[in-house]
């Protein structure tokens, strides 16, 4: 069955002078106000109508149910999420055999498994007045409607939500009303599309706690200002004023830097234990952010991504990967030491900076402030999110 109407919020409960400041030209344009970083209400309204109403990524596919488990409970913005897949379907390539639903019961709404809930079985069963259903999500039964000639089960399927793969990773709109992800991506797969990273290997993870709101994560990753400030390691691999930004249709902004003559890849020491990508740039490194939550960083010989999961106004969940091609990780004694040890340093230099402007943000002295020359992908991802809390749509630029 298709998706019901959600509840709609056209605006964002932010002044208007506010937003209208961060949505002008590059030049001319102002920060976000304090209330986008630390409200309450604000946050909400980003996890119903950033978060849940846009192609939110889950993850690689090879990270998408834990081992074993038929059914999981997740939560993307503010909408709970039941995601079914056969037994031994794990280790399918693509997601034919895998569904999202609305995890809310037909009957009564009770959740069906909840938000970190998982189970191992064929079949979906209420634990409130016990409606079951097939992991396709179509009625098996319910209890006491037997002998009612009104009730018609197929009209009581679960409702079934958007799922979709590129290059790897899964993405779902958790209310059904998005675009498609064709028109989400825009031109981002051009890209992208070079280093294949749906064929590449997850060779490391790391999971990092910020006490920051989303926005000033993803302001951060999109300016190399700070560099010389914090990163001297990066700003001996790669000039921090070099490359260009992108200006291309779909829910991304992004932009290059480039190597120094003497580094082939972003490490401590500008050497790689890798195996060059076939189709990569030798000597570009690529910093694209797919709105709403996944950063990709393209390196000649691996790639990097950042999934982020907003857990309050001033608190994230980041999860960092790091992706290396076959023959890298088939090589005798490879270790992704080299890319995971420059780039943990580098993550936790960022997270301290950007713990801090959290704290600057919530002071009551704090003003939005303007845009310096070099921060024109910060004027890129601002204003976008700016005319998003006006009732804008996301993924148009």
Known sequence: MTVSEVASFPVAPLPPDAVAAAARPFGASRMLPAAAYSSEAVF???????FAAGWYCLGRRDELMPDGSTQRGIRVGDVPVLLTQPAGAADEPGIDSVHAFADTCRHRGHELMGDG?????????????????????????????????????????????????????????????????????GDLDTLVGPYAPGELIRAETHRYTLAANWKI????????????????????VTPPNSGDN?????????????????????????????????????????????????????????????????TGPASTEVECSWLFSTESVASEGFSPSYAVDFWDLTNRQDWNACESVQR????????????????????????????AYTGSPLHEN
Not at 217 to 236: A, F, G, K, V
């Open 44 to 50: 909400r309204w980003e996890q119903r109508h950033l």
């Open 117 to 185: 809930g998982c189970a191992a079985g064929a079949a979906i069963t209420c634990p409130y007045h016990a409606w079951s259903y097939r992991l396709d999500g179509s009625l098996i039964a319910a209890p006491g409607f037997r002998e009612s000639e009104q009730f018609v089960r197929a009209e009581h399927s679960l409702v079934e939500l958007p799922l979709q793969m590129w290059q790897g990773w899964v993405f779902i709109n958790a209310t059904g009303d998005a675009p498609p992800l064709s028109t989400w991506l």
């Open 217 to 236: 994560i993803t302001e951060n990753y999109h300016e190399c200002y700070h560099c010389p400030q914090i990163h001297p390691e990066l700003c001996e």
């Open 246 to 310: 992108y200006h291309m249709a779909g829910a991304w902004v992004g932009g290059s830097m480039t190597l120094r003559d003497e580094a082939v890849t972003m490490s401590l020491t500008g050497r790689s234990d890798g195996v060059p990508l076939p189709g990569a740039p030798p000597r570009d490194v690529l910093y694209l952010g797919l709105l709403p939550n996944l950063l990709i960083s393209l390196h000649p010989d691996y790639v990097m991504a950042h999934r982020f999961e907003p």
């Open 360 to 387: 600057g943000v919530s002071s009551p002295h704090y003003r939005p402030g303007p845009l310096a020359p070099a921060e024109d992908a910060v004027h890129d991802f601002v204003s976008r999110i700016a005319r």
